[in-house]
C-alpha cells in the first residue's frame, strides 16, 4: 500500500530534549517535505527537499532541523524543543513535477501530536 | 504573494442539504489547486484537485470548479451527509511557493441527521 508514515503519533517531552520525528514513504517520490498545524493557523510549511541531500527552509524553520540521506526518509529534528514547538506536524511527499508544468498533489502522513512541557 | 482564502465556518448542516465552501486564492503563474479533507484525528486526504483554468475536479461528489477569471476554487456537493463532517482545506502549489502547498484556514463542516 502506497503511504507515508510517521513516527511516534504522540510525543509528550520537557523543553530541550532533543527529539526526532521519522517520515517515510514508498512511493519513490523526489519531493517531502515537514508541516505543522495550529488552531487558527493552518498548515504551515517548516522545511522541505526536492531530492536526496537537498534541502530548503519552508515558512517557518526556527528551532527546526531535517535531513535527506535517503530518497525515502526524512526526519525532522528538534535539537532543543521549547513550548512552542507543541504543535500537530505532517509529513508529505509527491512527485517533483506534474505533467506540463502542473503541480503535483502531495500525500500526507498520519500526523505526530507533539507536546513539549 | 501567494495566498489562499477560504471561509472559516463552522459550516452547520442538515443531511441532504446542499453545500458551498468558498475558496478564493492569489498567486503569481498558473497554480494548481487543491482540497483536502481532514476527519477527526487523521491526516490530509486528497479531496480533488484542478490543474489548469476551467478543469472541474471532483470525488465522491464533491466538485470544484478552477475558475481563474474569479480566482476561485469553491467546493460543492449537492447532498451532504454525516459522514462528511470534517474539516476541509484549499491549497495551491506553484512554483513561485518553493512547490510548497499553500493552505486557507481550513473550515469545518458539521452535518447532523
Known amino acids: 500500500e502506497a503511504q507515508v508514515t510517521q513516527n511516534p503519533r504522540y510525543l509528550i517531552t520537557v523543553t530541550g530534549k532533543k527529539l526526532t520525528v521519522t517520515c517515510s514513504q514508498n512511493?519513490?517520490?523526489?519531493?517531502m517535505s515537514w508541516y505543522r498545524q495550529d488552531p487558527g493557523l493552518g498548515l504551515r510549511q517548516i522545511y522541505y527537499?526536492?531530492?536526496?541531500?537537498?534541502?530548503d527552509k519552508g515558512d517557518v524553520p526556527e528551532g527546526y532541523k531535517v535531513s535527506r540521506k535517503e530518497k525515502r526518509n526524512f526526519p525532522l529534528i528538534l535539537e532543543s524543543p521549547s513550548p512552542n514547538q507543541t504543535s500537530l506536524y505532517f509529513c508529505a511527499s509527491s512527485l517533483r513535477r506534474g505533467v506540463a508544468g502542473t503541480y503535483n498533489e502531495q500525500f500526507f502522513g498520519p500526523g505526530t501530536r507533539l507536546t513539549v512541557l | 504573494g501567494n495566498s489562499v482564502t477560504q471561509m472559516e465556518g463552522p459550516v452547520t448542516l442538515s443531511e441532504e442539504a446542499f453545500l458551498t465552501i468558498n475558496c478564493t486564492y492569489t498567486?503569481?503563474?498558473?497554480?494548481?489547486l487543491f482540497w483536502y479533507v481532514q476527519y477527526p484525528g487523521e491526516g490530509l486526504q486528497l479531496l480533488l484537485k484542478a490543474t489548469k483554468a476551467d478543469d472541474k475536479g471532483s470525488n465522491k461528489g464533491f466538485e470544484a470548479t478552477y475558475r481563474k477569471e474569479t480566482t476561485s476554487f469553491h467546493l460543492e456537493k449537492g447532498s451532504v451527509q454525516v459522514s462528511d463532517s470534517a474539516v476541509y482545506f484549499c491549497?495551491?502549489?506553484?512554483?513561485?511557493?518553493?512547490?510548497?502547498?499553500?493552505f486557507g484556514k481550513g473550515t469545518t463542516l458539521s452535518v447532523s441527521s
Open positions: 512511493m519513490n517520490h523526489e519531493y
Open positions: 491549497a495551491l502549489r506553484n512554483s513561485q511557493a518553493g512547490t510548497a502547498l499553500i
Open positions: 527537499s526536492m531530492n536526496v541531500e537537498v534541502t
Open positions: 498567486a503569481t503563474g498558473y497554480p494548481s
